[in-house]
């Protein structure tokens, strides 16, 4: 797997101007190396890469930043959402393990993982009781509250990729195209 495939798949998140993003890894037998490599130049930065489960074989590769998804998922939105499916543990490591169990039991994305790939709590919610129908708008996710600033987000997050990949391209190594962490910038 490259680090061409983590930069357009999680540039938004390596930028610190969002929490997380997820993306389907290839099954190959060196995944663990490849993790291990990406933590080794991401942790510094307050980032962290995680195998989250494995559907149809494939691993889903989870690319976080901590300190911002801790403290986005202790929002009371949040907090009532993922209690309604079942997260009872405070701790980001027990609601990742929670996550990676509903990924598992499920044929499909549960739907609070919404809140897992910083999406705003009202779209979440509006995906949920409209059943992924009557959005608003849709890009990175379903709009079912703000669409202008939705609609901001998807273009801030579609030109952060195209200029991490033309960076990457021109040489730049994953650890400088990632932004530091000081509580992720507030991601």
């Known amino acids: 797997m490259s680090d061409a495939k983590l930069i357009h798949y999680c540039a938004p998140t390596l930028a610190g101007i969002k929490a997380a993003n997820l993306f389907n890894g290839d099954d190959s037998p060196d ?46 939105e949040c907090e009532a959402i993922l209690r309604t499916f079942g997260y009872t543990g405070a701790s980001l490591t027990e609601r990742l393990a929670r996550l990676a169990g509903r990924l598992l039991e499920s044929d499909d994305f549960p739907h609070e993982i919404g809140l897992f790939l910083d999406y705003p709590a009202d779209d979440v919610r509006g995906f949920i009781a409209h059943q992924g129908k009557a959005c608003k708008c849709s890009g990175c996710w379903k709009v079912y509250g703000d669409e202008k600033g939705a609609r901001c987000r998807f273009a801030r997050y579609k030109k952060c990729t195209r200029v991490y990949e033309r960076c990457f391209k021109q040489g730049f190594a994953l650890d400088r195209l990632t932004v ?3 509580a992720s910038h507030n991601a």
């Open 31 to 76: 995944i663990d190396e490849v993790l291990s490599r990406w933590n080794a130049a991401l942790n510094p930065k307050g980032v962290q890469v995680l195998c989250l489960a494995k559907k149809n074989g494939r691993p889903l590769i989870y690319v976080y930043r901590p300190a911002a998804l801790a403290a986005r998922l202790q929002n009371e």
């Open 180 to 182: 530091g962490s000081s």
